[in-house]
């Protein structure tokens, strides 16, 4: 135990049977005589000092590291970057396009507040055995080759379904507005997460 001297500071080992319940001590450096008290007690407040810190430090664990590596679809969801870290350790995330089928894509106009505007409507399914969190999906359109004209545009549609059950279908529409209307090809791409 350390045993402080309350006129220099000056700082002296001590085993805590030595000090008993009690004594009277000199300083060796400035010559000041005090009572020093129980060192077991100090003892005692310190052993529950280190508890607590190392209690602290394992719940940081199980707070911070714990769900990083046991919740990683939900890291994801809310830190979408994290994906990259889990494919360098080589936890690759099992909620991937894979788990996905696009299907019966087709477009359709429809007109509102007077404006035209072109719609891209499809059918994402779930063709696992497990939920899975639903991708958002980049929707590209582009017009073909043949045409003098260049248009591009893309888009991001985040469907209103968070979960699909397995092997569940949804219907996804989207549109956009201000786009040419003849000779356009759609490109449909899920955003894993």
């Known amino acids: 135990m350390i045993v402080t001297c309350p006129n220099c ?8 049977d030595t000090i008993g319940e009690g004594k009277m001590v000199r300083c060796a450096i400035c010559g000041m005589t005090w009572q020093q008290g129980s060192l077991y007690k100090q003892e005692k407040r310190e052993n529950v000092i280190e508890n607590l810190k190392v209690t602290a430090f394992w719940f940081s664990v199980f707070i911070f590291v714990f769900p990083f590596i046991f919740a990683k679809k939900t890291v994801i ?8 870290f889990y494919n360098l350790i080589g936890v690759k995330s099992n909620n991937d396009k894979s788990a996905f089928s696009i299907k ?3 477009s359709f106009f429809i007109k509102k507040n007077g404006k035209l505007y072109m719609g891209i409507k499809g059918e994402l399914s779930n063709t696992t055995d497990e939920v899975q969190m639903v991708p958002s999906v980049t929707i590209s359109l582009r017009n073909d080759d043949s045409s003098s004209e260049v248009f591009k545009t893309s888009w991001t549609h985040e469907l209103m379904y968070k979960k699909l059950l397995p092997n569940q279908k949804i219907i996804f529409e989207t549109d956009l507005k201000k786009v040419p209307y003849e000779n356009l090809i759609c490109n449909i791409k899920l955003n894993t997460i």
Do not use: E
Not at 10 to 16: L, M, N, T, W
Not at 77 to 84: E, Q
């Open 104 to 106: 019966n894509i087709s």
């Open 77 to 84: 969801k809310f830190w979408p970057a994290a994906t990259s």
């Open 9 to 16: 500071s000056s700082k002296y080992s001590v085993q805590a």
